[in-house]
């Protein structure tokens, strides 16, 4: 067999050989800049998609049904959960948050890297069920003064919300040990930097790349 013969990636995805895609999962305490960042990767590299989650929380001013979330009812929350629909599901903020399972098992075969911004109780559960596929990084901001900026300034939550997003951000902040990556957000290019640099180095990981085989074997053959 030539090397031709292999399935080629795109060399920005990881290399020239087939790989099992992955599973790259950003939480933080609410307003630390997982969105932010999350949509800079996405705009940056196309060979990453979003999982789209299910949420029965109303839509902020300018989100989009079906690409920011699948927006929906809780009586049809409560349908996926029991038809066990979702990969994981949590409760957040009062409302019910889901990853939706059909999409992302096909595509991790087909080398496809799925973002997932989802909390600490969806990445539990995901690394439970999918611990060799997950890569868990977690953004700190670098104030709590800074957190309660941000969550001020994005001007999309009422100060109630707010006050009840900064109560949680401790007891978030507190599950930073279950992740693999933790990555302070003070300057945004170099937050994002360091981001991307994992999400590089992941992809090179030995166990994803599922073409290595057949390319070792012809090398060593004679
Ligand atoms: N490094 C940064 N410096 C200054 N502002 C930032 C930085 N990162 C993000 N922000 C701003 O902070 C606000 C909150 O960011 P973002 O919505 O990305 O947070 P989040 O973690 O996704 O919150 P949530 O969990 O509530 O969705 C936004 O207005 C964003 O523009
Ligand atoms: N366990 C899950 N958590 C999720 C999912 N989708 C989003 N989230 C988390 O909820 C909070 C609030 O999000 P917001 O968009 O309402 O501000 C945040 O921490 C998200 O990461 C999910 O599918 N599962």
């Known amino acids: 067999m030539d090397s031709a013969s292999h399935p080629i990636q ?71 959960v029991a038809d066990e629909e979702f990969l994981e599901w949590a409760t957040v903020f009062g409302n019910s948050y889901g990853t939706p399972k059909a999409q992302v098992k096909a595509g991790l075969k087909e080398g496809q890297d799925y973002l997932f911004d989802i909390d600490w109780q969806g990445t539990q559960q995901l690394y439970q069920k999918l611990e060799r596929d997950v890569v868990r990084v977690f953004l700190l901001p670098p104030s709590i003064d800074e957190l309660r900026r941000r969550l001020t300034g994005r001007g999309t939550d009422s100060e109630d919300v707010i006050a009840a997003r900064m ?11 279950g992740y693999d990556y933790v990555v302070v957000n003070d300057d945004i290019d170099a937050c994002f930097d360091k981001v991307r640099e994992i999400l590089a180095a992941e992809r090179m990981r030995r166990a994803r790349q599922t073409g290595l085989i057949g390319f070792v074997r012809e090398l060593m053959t004679p």
């Open 10 to 80: 795109d060399a920005a995805a990881g290399g020239s050989l087939a790989r099992r895609g992955l599973m790259f999962i950003m939480s933080s305490p609410s307003g630390a800049g997982k969105t932010t960042i999350s949509r800079m990767l996405l705009e940056r590299d196309e060979h990453i998609c979003m999982s789209v989650s299910c949420t029965t929380r109303p839509p902020r001013p300018g989100e989009v049904d079906g690409k920011d979330y699948h927006f929906v009812s809780q009586a049809e929350f409560d349908r996926m």
């Open 167 to 177: 109560e949680r951000a401790r007891s978030e902040i507190s599950h930073w040990d």
